[in-house]
């Protein structure tokens, strides 16, 4: 099976051969079009040629006790042949897993999660596997094919807190690390020192070792915010 990203390179090559085909439409010797009819036509081409390619859009992250839904479009599994989308979340440790099932319309698969579904599952990191099933009565089982594995961050059920801080645990580790730092910098630097940094208890031995955790949050922060940040799509 050719993994997605060789996948996306491919599809990427023939958006570069189509455009190649046509180059009359693209431009001309003595007045090249100007950057965004160019890429406007790029474009096209290269949504022409990755048609029939999986779309995904499970969620990243979804708060307990609030209706969750997402729609994969899966031209190669369509429910007119059988084909049945399924999702199964694990998490880590002490939580059986959850297994549902999306409804199709051709090749469109729909999932619904509602409030009190959503509101049984674990607060915090699970990861969800996307799976197809048909059976077409075979003695052997029904045919079953693996469509990756999706990290979800499930956040804590409003209803039942009693109180709220809105920083993410990266931000809060954040935030103690540089208490720990003030804290141990004026204490001297001969010394161990032991911190409350997030959920755990961490010891200390020089400003450094405080240092490089900080280094290391605000890059996974930067991370995080980057991969929040809105993506706008142009259509020519």
């Not at 006790?65 to 880590?92: H, I, N």
């Not at 698969?109 to 915090?124: D, I, K, N």
């Not at 911190?195 to 890059?219: P, V």
Request: hydrophobic share 40%; with cysteine.
């Amino acid at each position: 099976m050719v993994c997605a990203a060789q996948e996306v390179r491919k599809k990427l090559a023939e958006g570069v051969e189509n455009i190649k085909a046509a180059p009359g439409r693209l431009f001309h010797a003595r007045s090249p079009p100007p950057p965004r009819k160019f890429l406007a036509y790029f474009w096209r081409a290269l949504l022409g040629t990755i048609r029939g390619m999986s779309s995904s859009s499970e969620p990243k992250s979804f708060r307990s006790g609030e209706t969750v839904a997402w729609t994969r479009d899966l031209p190669q599994y369509s429910a007119d042949d059988g084909w049945v989308l399924k999702y199964r979340f694990f998490w880590p440790a002490g939580v059986s897993a959850v297994t549902v099932s999306a409804v199709g319309d051709g090749t469109v698969h729909s999932l619904s999660l509602s409030a009190a579904e959503t509101a049984l599952m674990q607060p915090g990191a699970a990861s969800i596997w996307a799976y197809v099933e048909r059976f077409i009565g075979s003695p052997s089982g029904p045919e079953r094919v693996d469509l990756g594995i999706t990290a979800v961050q499930i956040g804590t059920n409003l209803l039942n807190a009693g109180a709220l801080d809105p920083r993410s645990s990266n931000q809060r580790a954040l935030d103690d690390l540089r208490a720990a730092l003030a804290a141990y910098a004026s204490g001297g630097s001969a010394h161990v020192a032991e911190y409350q940094i997030g959920d755990r208890t961490m010891k200390f031995r020089s400003l450094r070792e405080i240092q490089d955790l900080i280094a290391h949050y605000e890059r996974e922060i930067r991370r995080a915010n980057f991969e929040a940040r809105p993506r706008v799509l142009y259509r020519g």
